[in-house]
Nanobody
Framework: VQLVESGGGSVQPGGSLRLSCVAS????????MGWYRRAPGKGRELVAM???????NYADSVKGRFPIARDNAKSTVFLEMNNLKPENTAIYYC????????????WGQGTQVTVSS
């Protein structure tokens, strides 16, 4: 099972980026799927997460700016990042709880997002 992120890069404050994460491999189902980030000098924190039931959770700092969306048919989750701020600079990691023989948690390799003028 593998999670592969794409869409990171460098952008000026106020700009937008769209992150994508595709799950591949042999799995039966995806329960939760979403994004964490690790900013320089800080720990990993939840950005946004969606469950198979449609529940969505967001960090307070990104509510209204970073909508999360999921395409179950394509085993893909998206993070639309709008009005980006320098403090959003971080490595963004895709995370998913998936069922193979049992439920397990998986991480992508991370994608760098840099917001700077």
């Amino acid at each position: 099972v593998q999670l592969v992120e794409s869409g990171g890069g460098s952008v000026q404050p106020g700009g937008s980026l769209r992150l994508s994460c595709v799950a591949s491999g042999s799995f039966v189902a995806i329960h939760t799927m979403g994004w964490y980030r690790r900013a320089p000098g800080k720990g990993r924190e939840l950005v946004a997460m969606t469950s198979s039931s449609g529940t969505m959770n967001y960090a307070d700092s990104v509510k209204g700016r970073f909508p999360i969306a999921r395409d179950n048919a394509k085993s893909t989750v998206f993070l639309e990042m709008n009005n980006l701020k320098p403090e959003n600079t971080a490595i963004y990691y895709c995370n998913a709880t998936m069922r193979t023989s049992a439920f397990a948690n998986y991480w992508g390799q991370g994608t760098q997002v840099t917001v700077s003028s």
